[in-house]
């Protein structure tokens, strides 16, 4: 018989010997919550394929920013829910919409004790559910989809948003929005770009959350989940337009593009924990089939392994409450 040398067991004897040696750590300050608030409600709503998320009033949404902030945790991430969609997604730029009022009030509520990023895209406010203006074949048209962007994006800088998200995967958004941003006094607003952001069965559960229309598809705009090269070359295209920090999404299913985006770039890479993850980990929570907690800060741990700088996460607050600052 032959016994080993090397012995790895022996870094895992203690709970101090582990922790010793962690190479990833959370921390919530790399943690994002997006918050949902609908326009014309008095009560929080909650959203059934979401266990725990709610769609917000203005009122519970400054409470819930406020305890996030407390938590430590390092962003929030607003997404307006309209009374009325319309044809061409107005909401989504009125100095008043939903979007620009819950940015003002959280930016008010919070201080600069945490980043307040509005996500730029039309698909909450149009009554077709697209992300941008149609064109005559029924596809989202690129270039006046931009114009729409830039204005968005403006609107929420000017409500108060202290980083701007554009998620709708337009070729030359990041361009776009810099530009307008830029000739509007806002040159100090940085871009958190959705850069290589697929097209994912996973965002079922947030369409519910906004209430969404959609009856086609994003395949024409978001990437398949077939190819790893585009992420790249859809990143790359992101930080030469200006982008600031990018972005991947989903985030589980595609930790490998987090890597290869990581090695790649140098701004912060920031990797999207969507609706389809999180509900999968709750509904098998709740029927015992999976230790919740454990789950949770498994999840997030492979996301920042892979090289993941931060983590956007609906356990993004209850996780920081959990976590020594
Ligand atoms: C677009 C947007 C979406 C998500 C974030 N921003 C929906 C989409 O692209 O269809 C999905 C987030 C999630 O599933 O948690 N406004």
């Not at 909401?91 to 008043?96: I, L, Q, T, V, Y």
């Not at 989940?225 to 090269?229: D, T």
């Given at each position: 018989m032959s016994f080993p040398?090397?012995?790895?067991r022996r870094l895992r004897r203690t709970p101090a010997l582990r922790g010793l040696v962690a190479e990833t750590r959370l921390h919530p300050a790399e943690l994002v919550q997006p918050l949902f608030v609908r326009e014309g409600i008095k009560e929080p709503r909650p959203i059934t394929c979401m266990p725990g998320q709610v769609q917000h009033t203005r009122d519970s949404l400054r409470k819930a920013a406020a305890a996030a902030a407390q938590a430590g945790v390092g962003g929030l991430l607003i997404f307006g829910i309209p009374e009325v969609k319309d044809r061409d997604g107005r909401?989504?730029?009125?100095?008043?919409g939903i979007t620009q009022q819950a940015l003002a009030d959280v930016a008010e509520e919070v201080g600069d004790a945490t980043v307040v990023i509005g996500d730029v895209n039309l698909d909450e406010f149009t009554e077709h559910g697209h992300v941008g203006v149609l064109g005559p074949d029924g596809d989202v048209d690129n270039d006046a989809t931009l114009l729409a962007y830039a204005d968005v994006a403006v609107a929420q800088a000017d409500a108060g948003a202290h980083v701007v998200a554009p998620?709708?995967?337009?070729?030359?958004q990041v361009a776009a929005i810099r530009a307008a941003l830029d000739g509007c006094g806002h040159e100090r607003v940085p871009i958190l770009a959705y850069a290589a952001k697929y097209d994912s069965a996973f965002y079922g559960p947030f369409r519910d959350a906004v209430e969404s229309r959609l009856k086609g598809a994003r395949s024409t705009h978001q990437q398949d989940?077939?190819?790893?090269?585009e992420a790249l070359r859809e990143v790359l295209l992101d930080v030469e337009e200006g982008a600031d920090m990018v972005m991947v999404k989903p985030a589980g299913l595609y930790l490998d593009v987090v890597r290869e985006v990581a090695d790649t770039v140098h701004v912060p890479v920031f990797a999207y924990q969507v609706s389809g993850e999180y509900a999968a980990i709750e509904a098998a929570a709740a029927q015992g089939w999976l230790l919740r907690e454990r789950a949770i800060r498994e999840s997030l741990t492979a996301i920042r392994r892979a090289g993941a700088d931060s983590v956007i996460t609906y356990w993004a607050t209850e996780v920081a409450e959990q976590l020594p600052r």
């Open positions: 040398v090397d012995r790895p909401g989504a730029w009125d100095p008043d998620s709708g995967m337009m070729d030359g989940p077939a190819n790893r090269r």
